[in-house]
């Protein structure tokens, strides 16, 4: 699986949107990005993945530049609930290989 | 069950004990993955099963960390003469691997193991 590179902290206001970078420069042609976030003291949970096209769930909104070597996970209107690390992954979809996580990015939400 | 589930949630040993770790996948996954996650640091990949295939052990740190899955669900991890170093948390995720998966992974609560 291609690497990814994220910002180690990043803070946001309460009700603003978050936005957060990924860089995968290496992302292969039949990888996927994928979005997790890891609550603390809880098992990371699954947010969003997307291929090329832009993606858009009741969690958040990912945005892939049109060379797919970067993206942007969007949480539009941060709550105090979003404070966490947030890791994005690249692999191939089907889930038949292993899976890294990185050191991700600790998101806090400031009041 | 309705997700993954691991146990014990808390193990507390002795260093130089063998300790033995639980995971029960969602029904149906067949692919099982374990993790450790030392205070304030990130996901460190430990061992891979992918159905009748040979497990991925590529992130196992020593030869006293071994894991077996047996009847392609349940998988136990065990630590032999535990170390102060092994202590974290161990996460376990499971995912169902086929043609137009998602390949999403579910993760259980974890087990915390503190060596004393």
């Known amino acids: 699986d291609a690497k990814t590179t994220q910002p180690t902290s990043m803070d946001c206001a309460e009700g603003r949107a978050a936005n957060l970078p990924c860089n995968h420069s290496t992302i292969s042609g039949n990888e996927y990005v994928y979005w997790y976030r890891q609550i603390h003291s809880q098992g990371p949970q699954y947010i969003i993945h997307?291929?090329?096209n832009n993606e858009t769930n009741e969690m958040a909104s990912l945005i892939i530049t049109e060379d797919r070597k970067s993206s942007t996970l969007i949480l539009p209107h941060a709550t105090l609930r979003d404070t966490a690390v947030y890791y994005c992954?690249?692999?191939?979809?089907?889930?038949?290989?292993?899976?890294?996580f990185g050191t991700g990015t600790r998101l806090t939400v400031i009041p | 069950g309705a997700g993954v589930s691991q146990s014990p949630s808390n193990k507390v040993t002795e260093k130089g004990k063998d300790v033995e770790l639980r995971c029960d996948p969602i029904?149906?996954?067949?692919?099982l993955y374990w993790y450790r996650q030392s205070l304030g640091q990130g996901l460190e990949f430990l061992i891979y099963?992918?159905?009748?295939?040979?497990?991925?052990k590529s992130g196992l740190p020593s030869d006293r960390f071994s894991a077996e899955r047996t009847g392609g669900s349940v998988s136990t991890l065990t630590i032999q003469r535990t170390q102060q170093e092994d202590s974290a948390v161990y996460l376990c995720?499971?995912?169902?691997?086929?043609?137009?998966?998602?390949?999403?992974?579910?993760f259980g609560e974890g087990s915390r193991l503190t060596v004393l």
């Open positions: 992954i690249v692999r191939v979809a089907d889930g038949a290989n292993n899976l890294f």
């Open positions: 997307g291929l090329k």
């Open positions: 029904s149906g996954h067949t692919a």
């Open positions: 995720a499971s995912s169902l691997v086929s043609q137009g998966s998602t390949g999403e992974l579910f």
């Open positions: 099963f992918q159905g009748n295939s040979a497990p991925d």
